[in-house]
């Protein structure tokens, strides 16, 4: 169970750091939104990231309400977020082979019943 939720984290914090990278300027509220998890687990990933150095705040400059803040990828962060991206992608393509094997296994049954 650890496994999976690790690796259901490890997935918050790619498409955290993907929309940071294209959208520094998004507030917590929407970033929580865009992944589907609570604001305050967006928090607490964002800190996360923060701390580990992987993102770092900014004022954003355009905002009307100068205590917005825009979350910037470090290098270090645009590294990280490379190496998750592969990882993710690895996990996503296993599932693919998997569901395309499922779905044979099924046309088959459905073949052999017919």
């Known amino acids: 169970m650890a496994?999976?939720?690790s690796k259901v984290q490890e997935d918050i914090r790619f498409r955290i750091l993907r929309l940071l990278e294209e959208n520094p300027e998004m507030s917590q509220r929407e970033l929580a939104d865009a992944v589907g998890v609570s604001t305050g687990s967006a928090n607490y990933v964002l800190k996360a990231l923060i701390e580990?150095?992987?993102v770092k705040l900014g004022n954003f400059k355009a905002a009307e309400d100068k205590r917005r803040y825009a979350y910037l990828l470090t290098p270090k962060g645009v590294a990280?977020?490379?190496?998750i991206t592969q990882r993710f992608l690895a996990r996503k393509m296993a599932e693919f082979e998997a569901l395309k094997a499922e779905i044979s296994a099924?046309?088959?049954?459905?073949?052999?019943?017919?």
């Open 106 to 114: 099924l046309k088959s049954d459905l073949n052999q019943n017919e």
């Open 80 to 83: 990280e977020k490379a190496a």
């Open 3 to 5: 496994g999976q939720r």
């Open 52 to 54: 580990k150095g992987f």
